[in-house]
Nanobody, 121 residues
Protein backbone atom coordinates (compact mmCIF):
# COMPACT_ATOMS: atom_id res chain seq x y z
CA UNK A 1 0.00 0.00 0.00
CA UNK A 2 1.28 3.46 -0.89
CA UNK A 3 0.07 6.68 0.66
CA UNK A 4 0.51 9.86 -1.36
CA UNK A 5 0.29 13.32 0.16
CA UNK A 6 0.25 16.47 -1.94
CA UNK A 7 1.18 19.93 -0.74
CA UNK A 8 2.05 23.34 -2.12
CA UNK A 9 -1.23 24.45 -3.62
CA UNK A 10 -2.60 27.93 -3.12
CA UNK A 11 -3.83 31.08 -4.77
CA UNK A 12 -1.70 33.15 -7.12
CA UNK A 13 -2.22 35.78 -9.75
CA UNK A 14 -1.79 35.25 -13.46
CA UNK A 15 1.87 34.86 -14.29
CA UNK A 16 2.77 33.61 -10.85
CA UNK A 17 4.42 30.36 -9.84
CA UNK A 18 3.75 27.49 -7.50
CA UNK A 19 5.63 24.32 -6.63
CA UNK A 20 3.61 21.27 -5.75
CA UNK A 21 5.05 18.35 -3.84
CA UNK A 22 3.90 14.76 -3.60
CA UNK A 23 5.33 12.60 -0.86
CA UNK A 24 5.07 8.83 -1.19
CA UNK A 25 5.12 6.60 1.88
CA UNK A 26 7.13 3.93 0.08
CA UNK A 27 8.49 2.82 -3.28
CA UNK A 28 8.86 -0.79 -2.21
CA UNK A 29 5.73 -2.13 -3.91
CA UNK A 30 7.01 -1.84 -7.48
CA UNK A 31 6.04 1.78 -8.10
CA UNK A 32 7.92 3.14 -11.10
CA UNK A 33 5.73 5.95 -12.38
CA UNK A 34 4.25 8.95 -10.62
CA UNK A 35 1.97 11.45 -12.24
CA UNK A 36 0.26 14.78 -11.69
CA UNK A 37 -3.36 15.07 -12.68
CA UNK A 38 -5.70 18.02 -12.47
CA UNK A 39 -9.45 18.21 -12.40
CA UNK A 40 -12.04 20.97 -12.50
CA UNK A 41 -15.71 20.50 -11.58
CA UNK A 42 -17.65 18.65 -14.25
CA UNK A 43 -14.57 17.60 -16.19
CA UNK A 44 -12.51 14.45 -16.29
CA UNK A 45 -9.22 14.20 -14.51
CA UNK A 46 -6.37 14.99 -16.91
CA UNK A 47 -2.74 13.94 -16.63
CA UNK A 48 -0.49 16.98 -16.95
CA UNK A 49 2.92 15.53 -16.14
CA UNK A 50 4.70 12.48 -14.82
CA UNK A 51 8.03 10.93 -14.12
CA UNK A 52 9.48 7.46 -14.32
CA UNK A 53 11.13 6.93 -10.97
CA UNK A 54 13.83 4.57 -12.13
CA UNK A 55 15.04 6.43 -15.21
CA UNK A 56 14.00 9.97 -14.38
CA UNK A 57 12.39 10.37 -17.78
CA UNK A 58 9.45 12.72 -17.79
CA UNK A 59 6.15 13.28 -19.53
CA UNK A 60 4.33 16.60 -19.90
CA UNK A 61 1.09 17.33 -21.65
CA UNK A 62 1.49 19.72 -24.58
CA UNK A 63 -0.72 22.27 -22.83
CA UNK A 64 1.81 22.78 -20.04
CA UNK A 65 5.03 21.71 -21.72
CA UNK A 66 6.66 25.14 -21.74
CA UNK A 67 5.50 26.17 -18.27
CA UNK A 68 5.48 23.13 -15.98
CA UNK A 69 8.44 20.99 -14.95
CA UNK A 70 8.23 17.68 -13.14
CA UNK A 71 11.10 16.40 -11.03
CA UNK A 72 11.81 14.06 -8.17
CA UNK A 73 13.95 13.48 -5.11
CA UNK A 74 14.20 9.71 -4.93
CA UNK A 75 15.90 9.73 -1.55
CA UNK A 76 12.96 11.64 -0.08
CA UNK A 77 10.41 9.74 -2.18
CA UNK A 78 9.03 13.01 -3.42
CA UNK A 79 7.84 14.26 -6.78
CA UNK A 80 7.52 17.93 -7.60
CA UNK A 81 5.64 20.03 -10.12
CA UNK A 82 7.08 23.45 -10.74
CA UNK A 83 4.41 25.58 -12.34
CA UNK A 84 5.41 28.87 -13.90
CA UNK A 85 3.52 31.50 -15.89
CA UNK A 86 0.28 30.29 -14.39
CA UNK A 87 -2.97 31.07 -16.16
CA UNK A 88 -6.54 31.15 -14.87
CA UNK A 89 -7.21 27.98 -16.88
CA UNK A 90 -4.66 26.19 -14.70
CA UNK A 91 -7.08 26.54 -11.79
CA UNK A 92 -7.94 23.03 -10.65
CA UNK A 93 -7.51 20.43 -7.96
CA UNK A 94 -4.15 18.79 -8.54
CA UNK A 95 -3.69 15.13 -7.67
CA UNK A 96 -0.68 12.90 -7.38
CA UNK A 97 -0.96 9.31 -8.63
CA UNK A 98 1.40 6.36 -8.71
CA UNK A 99 1.64 2.99 -10.37
CA UNK A 100 3.96 0.36 -11.79
CA UNK A 101 3.92 2.01 -15.21
CA UNK A 102 2.32 4.88 -17.06
CA UNK A 103 -1.27 4.06 -17.96
CA UNK A 104 -3.11 5.64 -20.88
CA UNK A 105 -6.35 5.08 -19.00
CA UNK A 106 -5.13 6.93 -15.94
CA UNK A 107 -6.38 4.11 -13.75
CA UNK A 108 -3.61 4.26 -11.21
CA UNK A 109 -3.78 2.21 -8.05
CA UNK A 110 -2.70 4.98 -5.73
CA UNK A 111 -3.96 8.53 -5.42
CA UNK A 112 -3.44 11.45 -3.10
CA UNK A 113 -6.19 13.65 -1.71
CA UNK A 114 -5.35 16.60 -3.90
CA UNK A 115 -4.22 20.18 -3.46
CA UNK A 116 -6.12 23.16 -4.83
CA UNK A 117 -4.49 25.62 -7.21
CA UNK A 118 -6.34 28.83 -7.95
CA UNK A 119 -5.06 31.39 -10.45
CA UNK A 120 -6.79 34.74 -10.55
CA UNK A 121 -6.70 37.20 -13.42
Amino acid sequence: QVQLVESGGGSVQTGGSLRLSCAASTYTVGIDYMAWFRQTPGKERMEVAGIWIGSGSTYRDFSVKDRFTVSQDKAKKKMYLQMNSLKPEDTAMYYCAAGERRLATGSYAYWGQGTQVTVSS
